[in-house]
């Protein structure tokens, strides 16, 4: 127990700017808590004592307000960094190096026994808000952008955004044919939140491409009826707009 603390808080000095000494770490932050009322909250869940793990589980969370259920399974090297809100249910299972911020939850859509909440993979991070919701795998080195709300399985190395979630998968990352794997992904740098430099949400860029697109529409009408406005004179053609197009109209016009 005591090397998996020390993991812990080296994690916590790697990935968090604002920690200054192992000192500080081990005693002000309620993420490093979390996870040491967890593992003895595990133990006794493991064991069979279930009232005692629960209760053990429920001073976690008032001491450090983040709820992590007894049953569930956490890794080596997890980092819930801030935590207040943060929850993760009984058959949820966090892999090695996952990074979790606040306000995350880690639920069941299903009333049903067995599997009800997530896997995430090696690396993954969630970013503060996000609801990761049903028995799915979220893979290794994925990337769950704040408040996404994300409802399906996520593939390695992809970015969820928004709510619904949608992924946005790196293609320059991958030669052509190759699948992404979250293998590559993890020796890429830590991202904060799980915001990705170049991870533009799909959705808006498709709008963004109707607004050029309205745009540069726009313009073509203004400066067809420029040269219309000139009557028989023959067009002066610029490079955006076309010729052929406007010497037909100035035909038009004449007959």
């Not at 399974?73 to 606040?102: K, L, N, P, S």
């Not at 503060?128 to 399906?152: R, Y």
């Amino acid at each position: 127990m005591w090397i998996r603390l020390q993991e812990d808080i080296d994690t916590i000095l790697r990935k968090d700017p604002a920690a200054r000494g192992r000192l500080e770490v081990f005693l002000c932050y309620p993420g490093l808590h979390a996870l040491i009322w967890h593992r003895l909250a595990h133990r006794a869940w493991a064991a069979g004592l279930i009232t005692p793990a629960r209760f053990l589980s429920h001073l976690g969370r008032f001491f450090t307000g983040i709820e992590i259920h007894p049953g569930a399974i956490i890794g080596r090297r997890v980092f819930i960094d801030h935590g207040m809100g943060v929850v993760i249910g009984e058959t949820a299972e966090i892999h090695d190096d996952v990074t979790i911020y606040q306000g995350v939850t880690l639920g069941g859509t299903s009333l049903a026994k067995g599997k009800r909440h997530p896997t995430l993979e090696k690396g993954v991070v969630v970013g503060a808000g996000a609801q990761v919701l049903g028995p799915f795998t979220v893979g290794e080195g994925a990337k769950i952008g704040s408040n996404a709300v994300v409802t399906k399985p996520v593939p390695a190395g992809a970015t969820a955004v928004g709510n619904p979630a949608r992924m946005i998968l790196k293609a320059e990352e991958r030669a052509p044919g190759e699948e992404l794997t979250g293998a590559a992904k993890t020796k890429e740098e830590f991202l904060a939140y799980g915001v990705s430099k170049n991870g533009d949400d799909p959705l808006i860029k498709a709008m963004h491409g109707l607004i050029d697109q309205a745009i540069a529409q726009q313009q073509r009408i203004e400066q067809l009826e420029k040269q219309l406005s000139k009557g028989k004179a023959q067009p002066d053609c610029g490079d955006s707009v076309d010729c052929e197009e406007l010497k037909a109209l100035n035909k038009l016009v004449d007959n």
